[in-house]
């Protein structure tokens, strides 16, 4: 499963520093097991210090201008090109990445950074001149214009540690926020070198990027609720962002958080096709996406059909090592994790869900003994009962859960019952059913014809209900992390 490398050890890096501190996280590397990293835990005292440091450098930040901006952003995507192959094998020891997605994920962090600095210059440029339209107001002039909003937390997750950490690092630096960044601490190692290659950026001042990683037990309270934070930037469970939203009191909140998504499929649909995009929608990163396709819902009259289909198609989807370019699943990031997955599917099997296939924590041959509880093979059930919990939560693993509907209201109605609503999709060949059904799906996103996929965010996305506040995506972050100010002349 991979040879272990050295240990290295990462700090912190506070108001332009590299902190140690007595403190450490252990860093389990999923490839070859034991610990392939360690780094410097951040405690209570230099969670303050960067946001006091952070919060002092806000007038200085809203003088910088847009083109200096992009500039960062750019050097910062020449970085992480320059480090690719060391970022791609850190993904694949912390995060249990095959190697060919952990390259992806690299990429697109990257391509990220640049598009960012794209998309601020062309939102800067594009205030606006309005004039009094009513009685009394005839003769105002105002210019709106877009502005820093101030000090940005972002919160990142484990299963895209780096992408997703691009994700909210670019817009808020574009937009000329300071960052204080807290990656989650099973996978800090790719937001350390980060956090490094922003440090080697001269012309970023020294106090606009904080890097603090640390146990939220510890810190988190302390973050979130510091009243020098005017925005939080999150990616995680919902259990995490209400908590995040309970203590943060006054400030933006843009978070995208748990998903549970349903694949609706009529009886017009290409199944073929269906069949291969429910296979990648659901066990892609052994199922760990918030986008994940959690639910298949399928008409009853093709049940049977689709689920063999789907079958044909899981021979694709084994483990194996992490450095082999054709693996396709790797470990789940923990036994716990492990552990919710083998509950929910026995739970679906008792109340008399079909198991096809899988349903076992397995692993492949050549895996560490102290990693093999982690992996649990992919697994499809068939008609899985509508009360069963794999249907209205989320699982975060390798399953494809398979449910039957009679017609589109029962397909609509059993899609909108649970609590999560982020991404959706609907296989039809019917133009005008695809809309309808897309358009009455409770969730952020729906997708037509295909699993959903959130793509660089070139599109707004996020969740409705519990699954966040708010829209990402590139220009859409931008937009939460700056503020609008009218100028009345």
């Given at each position: 499963?991979?040879?272990?490398?050295?240990?290295?050890?990462e700090?912190?890096?506070?108001?332009?520093?590299?902190?140690?501190?007595?403190?450490?996280?252990?860093?389990?590397?999923?490839?070859?097991?034991?610990?392939?990293?360690?780094?410097?835990?951040?405690?209570?005292?230099?969670a303050?210090r960067?946001?006091?440091?952070?919060?002092e450098?806000?007038?200085?930040?809203?003088?910088?201008?847009?083109?200096?901006?992009?500039?960062?952003?750019?050097?910062?995507?020449?970085?992480?090109d320059?480090?690719?192959?060391?970022l791609a094998?850190?993904?694949?020891?912390?995060?249990?990445?095959?190697?060919?997605?952990?390259?992806?994920?690299v990429?697109?962090?990257?391509?990220?950074?640049?598009?960012?600095a794209?998309?601020a210059?062309?939102?800067?440029?594009k205030?606006?001149?309005r004039?009094?339209?009513?009685?009394?107001?005839?003769?105002?002039?105002a210019?709106?214009?877009?502005?820093?909003?101030g000090?940005?937390?972002?919160?990142?997750?484990?299963n895209?540690?780096?992408?997703?950490?691009?994700?909210?690092?670019?817009?808020?630096?574009?937009?000329?926020?300071?960052?204080?960044?807290?990656?989650?601490?099973?996978t800090?190692?790719?937001?350390?070198?980060?956090?490094?290659?922003?440090?080697?950026?001269?012309?970023?001042?020294?106090?606009?990027?904080?890097?603090?990683?640390?146990?939220?037990?510890?810190?988190g309270?302390v973050l979130?609720?510091?009243e020098?934070?005017?925005?939080?930037?999150?990616?995680?469970?919902?259990?995490?962002?209400?908590?995040v939203?309970?203590?943060?009191?006054?400030?933006?909140?843009?978070?995208?958080l748990g998903?549970?998504?349903?694949?609706?499929?009529?009886?017009?649909?290409?199944l073929?096709?269906?069949?291969?995009?429910?296979?990648?929608?659901?066990?892609?990163?052994?199922?760990?996406r918030?986008?994940?396709?959690?639910?298949?819902?399928?008409h009853?009259?093709?049940?049977?059909?689709?689920?063999?289909?789907?079958?044909?198609?899981?021979?694709?989807?084994?483990?194996g090592?992490?450095?082999?370019?054709?693996?396709?699943?790797?470990?789940?990031?923990?036994?716990?994790?492990?552990?919710?997955?083998?509950e929910?599917v026995?739970?679906?099997?008792?109340?008399?869900?079909?198991?096809?296939?899988?349903?076992?924590?397995?692993?492949?041959?050549?895996?560490?003994?102290e990693?093999?509880?982690q992996f649990?093979?992919?697994?499809?059930?068939?008609?899985?009962?509508?009360?069963?919990?794999?249907?209205?939560?989320?699982?975060?693993?390798?399953?494809?859960?398979?449910?039957?509907?009679?017609?589109r209201e029962?397909?609509?109605?059993?899609?909108?019952?649970s609590?999560?609503?982020?991404?959706?999709?609907?296989?039809?060949?019917?133009?005008?059913?695809?809309?309808?059904v897309?358009?009455?799906?409770?969730?952020?996103?729906?997708?037509?014809?295909g699993?959903?996929?959130?793509?660089?965010?070139?599109?707004?996305?996020g969740?409705?209900?519990?699954?966040?506040?708010?829209?990402?995506?590139?220009d859409?972050?931008?937009?939460?992390?700056?503020?609008t100010?009218?100028?009345?002349?």
């Amino acid at each position: 499963m991979g040879t272990s490398i050295a240990q290295r050890r990462e700090r912190l890096y506070v108001a332009g520093e590299w902190i140690d501190t007595d403190g450490t996280i252990a860093v389990t590397d999923l490839a070859a097991g034991g610990t392939f990293a360690e780094i410097a835990a951040a405690g209570p005292a230099e969670a303050r210090r960067a946001l006091a440091a952070a919060h002092e450098l806000k007038p200085v930040l809203r003088r910088t201008t847009v083109v200096e901006r992009a500039g960062w952003c750019e050097a910062i995507a020449e970085g992480l090109d320059a480090r690719e192959e060391e970022l791609a094998e850190v993904i694949v020891r912390e995060a249990g990445k095959p190697i060919s997605s952990a390259r992806g994920e690299v990429t697109a962090a990257a391509e990220r950074f640049r598009r960012a600095a794209e998309e601020a210059r062309n939102i800067v440029s594009k205030g606006e001149y309005r004039e009094g339209s009513t009685e009394g107001h005839e003769g105002w002039r105002a210019i709106v214009k877009h502005e820093p909003i101030g000090t940005v937390l972002c919160i990142t997750p484990y299963n895209y540690p780096l992408a997703t950490t691009a994700l909210q690092v670019a817009p808020a630096l574009a937009a000329g926020n300071a960052v204080v960044l807290k990656p989650a601490t099973k996978t800090p190692i790719s937001a350390a070198i980060l956090a490094d290659v922003i440090a080697g950026v001269e012309a970023i001042p020294d106090d606009a990027f904080h890097f603090v990683p640390g146990e939220a037990s510890r810190i988190g309270d302390v973050l979130s609720g510091d009243e020098r934070v005017n925005a939080i930037a999150m990616t995680g469970s919902s259990g995490a962002g209400k908590h995040v939203a309970r203590e943060s009191g006054m400030v933006n909140l843009h978070m995208e958080l748990g998903g549970n998504a349903p694949a609706i499929v009529f009886e017009d649909a290409d199944l073929a096709d269906v069949a291969g995009s429910c296979a990648k929608g659901s066990f892609k990163y052994a199922g760990q996406r918030c986008s994940a396709v959690s639910r298949v819902l399928v008409h009853e009259e093709v049940h049977d059909d689709l689920v063999d289909l789907i079958d044909g198609q899981m021979d694709a989807w084994r483990a194996g090592n992490l450095f082999d370019e054709d693996t396709a699943l790797g470990p789940l990031i923990s036994v716990d994790q492990a552990e919710w997955v083998q509950e929910l599917v026995d739970e679906a099997v008792e109340k008399g869900a079909t198991l096809v296939r899988g349903g076992e924590r397995r692993a492949p041959e050549g895996v560490p003994d102290e990693l093999a509880d982690q992996f649990f093979e992919p697994t499809l059930l068939a008609n899985v009962p509508r009360d069963a919990r794999i249907v209205d939560e989320e699982q975060f693993g390798p399953v494809a859960a398979v449910t039957t509907f009679s017609d589109r209201e029962e397909a609509v109605e059993i899609a909108n019952a649970s609590d999560l609503a982020l991404d959706a999709a609907v296989f039809t060949s019917d133009y005008d059913r695809a809309l309808e059904v897309a358009e009455r799906v409770d969730a952020g996103g729906v997708r037509i014809n295909g699993p959903p996929s959130h793509g660089l965010g070139d599109v707004p996305f996020g969740g409705n209900k519990d699954s966040g506040i708010g829209r990402e995506g590139l220009d859409a972050s931008i937009h939460e992390l700056m503020r609008t100010k009218s100028i009345v002349l």
